[in-house]
Each structure stands twice: as C-alpha cells, then as structure tokens.
C-alpha cells in the first residue's frame, strides 16, 4: 500500500501519462508551477467550470455573470489593498540561496509537531480498546507538551503575522532552530516582505508607460462592474455576480503540483446584501457550497470548515472549505463576509458613487458583499486524487482506475466493436456519430477488448458501449460500468436515454 506521498507521486504521473496535465514548456525543462491541461484534462477542467457555472448562475435567478478583462486600471490595485499588503515574508537560507515563505517554514515546523501527536494517538489507538482520543490528549504528558509547543508557537506566529513583525519571524526560525533542507544550515537573512502581483507596462516601453498588473484575483473585476450590471440588469439587493477567469501570483513558495500555481483559474461569486443582513447570507453560502461539493458523491468526511479567527481589517466572518488531500487536509475554497469595504474603497479612489437605492426604506447604501472563491485548479486536484485508485481484482490482476463522477469525467462513454470485422465498427461507428450530439464520446477499435476497458478506466470513462454479433441479431449492446465492471444489455435505441438519467 502506498503512502501518501507515493500516492501522490502516482497521481502526479498518471496525470501526465493519460493527458490530463503537463508541466508548461516541458521541452524546455519546464516552467516552476506553471502547468497545461492536456487533452482529457482540458475536458475535466470545463466540466468543473460547467458545474460550478449552472449551480451559481442557471440556478438562481439573482445572480449573473461576468467576464471582465485580466488587465484594470492600476489605481484598482492601491484601492484594493493588493499594492501595499498583498505580500509574503520571505528569507533566504545564505548557503544554498534558497528562498522561502518565512511563514511557511514556521508552519511546516508546527505540522511536524502535529504529525507527532498524530502518530502517538494512532499509537495509542492500537494499543487500547475503548480508545477515548479527547480522554488520550488531556491526560498523556508527551501529547501534552506537543500540545503545548503548538499553541505557544501559533499564538506567537499570529501576533507577528498580524503586526508585520518580521524581526519577530526570523527570531523565531531561529529559536525553533529551523534548517534549510538543501543546505541543513541555519544561516539566514533577515526577513523581508515580496508583493505577490506580476507588474508589466502597458503601452510602449519608452517614456510614459504605466505599470500595471496581471490581477492576483477575480474578485476586482466585479466591484468595479457592480454599477454597470445593477444598472443594466435592473438587479435588486440580495443579487449576485459570478466570474471564472485566470488569477495570476508570483508565489515564492510553488509546490504541491496544481495546488500552488502561479498562473490559475478562479471561480468567484460576490453576494451583495443589504448591510446587517451579510451574516445571515454568509452560513446560507458556506452550506450551500458544502452541498455542491458533497453533491458529487464525494463523501463529506473529506471535508471540513475551518472558520478563521483572526480575520482580515475588511472582513467579519470568514471560513475556508477545507478539503482532504493526500497530504493532508488544504483550504480549496474560501467563503468571506468583505463587509462594504471594496466598493466603499473604490468610491473613494474614484470619486464615483457605488451606492444602491433601496426603494423600500427610500435610503443609498454601498451594499455588503458575501464572496466564494475556489480555485478551478484546486478543484480538480481535489477530484482527481480522489478519483485515483489502484485495485487488486478477484483474479489477482491489478486496475488503475479513476472514480471521476459520471457529469465530470471528461468522456462519458467509448464505443467499443469486438472485433473490426463483419461490420461491427460500421455500427459502432453509427452509435458514436448518434450519441455524439448529446455527450462527450470515445470510438476505439484498437487491441483486445479488455486492454480497451482498461484504456477508459484509466482516464475514467464510466460507460463501455460494447457492440458484438448479437447487436446485429437484435440491436442490444453490452454496457460496462466502470466502478463496479457489472455488464447489461441495452438496445441501442435507449442508450441516450440511459446515459443522460446516469448523469444527473
Ligand atoms: N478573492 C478572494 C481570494 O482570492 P484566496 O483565498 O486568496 O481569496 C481563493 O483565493 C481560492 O483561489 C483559494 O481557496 C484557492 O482555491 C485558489 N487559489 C489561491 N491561490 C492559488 C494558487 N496560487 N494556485 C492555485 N489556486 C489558488
């Protein structure tokens, strides 16, 4: 059995083996966490935005869509905050000229300590019957010191994050005796702040050329639309405005494959209300976006909320779904209460009114506004992995399969001829051009029959649509499930009808 960082190593390959994703530029040796969506992941990668798009915009009547240039004014950038504070601390390990995140360093340290309790309960837990882990953790001394070194460290770690003590940061890798892992020494600089945005000039390079920068999110391109689709939609309070389009970041610290990318695609919703009713909407949002994911079939202990207790100056209530990944549980999506700070803001740095009329109490407001943001690319790390597995059959042979849910998998069916003789692909070929209009299909011909099963559990394909002597008898074909191999037959004349009542 592997662990998890095999595991994660073999998804990774399988990926790239099956055409999901490449590392960017691979002939030139690849560009760091960048990456391109091969032939089946580009499918993967629509359908996710597909899903996500139906349930924001199709399904409520109150909330619209957008797609607002990559490129804005940069003064939207100082409004924002993201020119002055949208910034990671960085240090440089002097032997190896290695830099790092100085907060990541700090918390992969706590992880450490985290995984060490983990393995003394999972110790414990093997040990005794009527294993009571709250009971373990309150009375055994070594858990209880980890315990200790953890919330000491958090605490600490917070204050300075919070008051920009950067000092404070590298006083602290250094008590916690931290060491570079290419080096192993602990010769650090001091710490200093990096902005995260990606500057380029606009217009020509000579005299005259303003900065400006590919956005580091979605979310700006809808504050500063809000006026034009109130106005143009005739919207009324709560009403919504959703977008999915390219984020870019020049993250110091990329790893973890498309987790941490520093080119990716988010899908944003900004929920406006009406100011005192924004808590209200905030669990309305958390739950419900908890549903779309669970309503995946992924079940709902590999998620979790994490609500943030310190929150940022512009937000009052904040919380991250946090989702299970192979190494270990990651924010994948984040749900915010922003308060009235962006558009107040971007009245403010434009001297433009962004203000509702509530016709109702006859009073101007700038709306409050609840956001969702999860990174499309995170998304489909997230069901990918979870789709990934390796299965020993009651035969003893082995199958790499992907448990993608049917309404994600990039093809939905393969039309399979046993044989390329006595016109069994001439009517594959009719089932494929029929089926073709409704859904993504595969014709495949090539090899024995069950190499070709294997080819489709491999890239996750839930249905085999077998054609064979009896189709021409009596126009009924073999379907194959994917998850649980189990074969019927269907006549041909129901499998659009068949296939469109598996996807919903
Ligand atoms: N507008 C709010 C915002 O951008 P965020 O927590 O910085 O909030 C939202 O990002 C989501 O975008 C994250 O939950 C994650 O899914 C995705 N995301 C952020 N940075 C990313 C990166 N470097 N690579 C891939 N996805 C990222």
Known sequence: MANNEDLFKQIIAHAKEY??????????????????????????????????????VQYHDNIVGLDSAIFMHPTIWKASGHVDAFNDPLIDNKDSKKRYRADVLIEDHIQKIEDKIDKEIEKARKRFNNFDEVLYRQTNTRVMQYQMQVEDIRTRFAEMMNNNDLAGLKALIEELGIACPISGTRNWTDVRQFNLMFATKLGSV???????????????????????????GRMKLPFGIAQIGKAFRNEIVARQFIFRMREFEQMEMQFFVKPGEELKWFDYWKQTRLQWHTDLGIPAENYRFHDHEKLAHYANAASDIEFKFPFGFKELEGIHSRTDFDLSQHEQYSGKKLRYFDAESNESYVPYVVETSIGVDRMFLAVFSHAYCEETLEDGSTR???????????????????????????????????????????????????????????????????????TREDGTVTVRERDTMAQYRLPVSELTGELLKKMR
């Open 19 to 56: 055409g999901y994703i490449f590392p960017s530029s691979e002939i030139y040796d690849g560009l760091s966490a960048v990456y391109d969506y091969g032939q089946n992941g580009v499918e993967l990668k629509n359908n996710i935005k597909q899903y996500w798009w139906k349930s924001m």
């Open 206 to 232: 000579a005299d005259g050329a303003d900065t400006i920068y590919l956005r580091p999110e979605t979310a700006q391109g809808i504050f500063v639309n809000f006026l034009n689709i109130y106005k143009t």
């Open 400 to 470: 790499t399969v992907l448990r993608l849910p049917a309404k994600l998998a990039p093809f939905k069916a393969a039309v399979l001829p046993l044989v390329k003789k006595d016109g069994l692909p001439e009517i594959g070929r009719e089932i494929f051009d029929t089926l073709k209009k409704d859904f993504m299909v595969q014709y495949d011909e090539k090899d024995a029959i069950g190499r070709r099963y294997r080819r489709q559990d491999a890239i996750g394909t839930p249905f085999c649509i077998t054609v064979d002597n009896q």
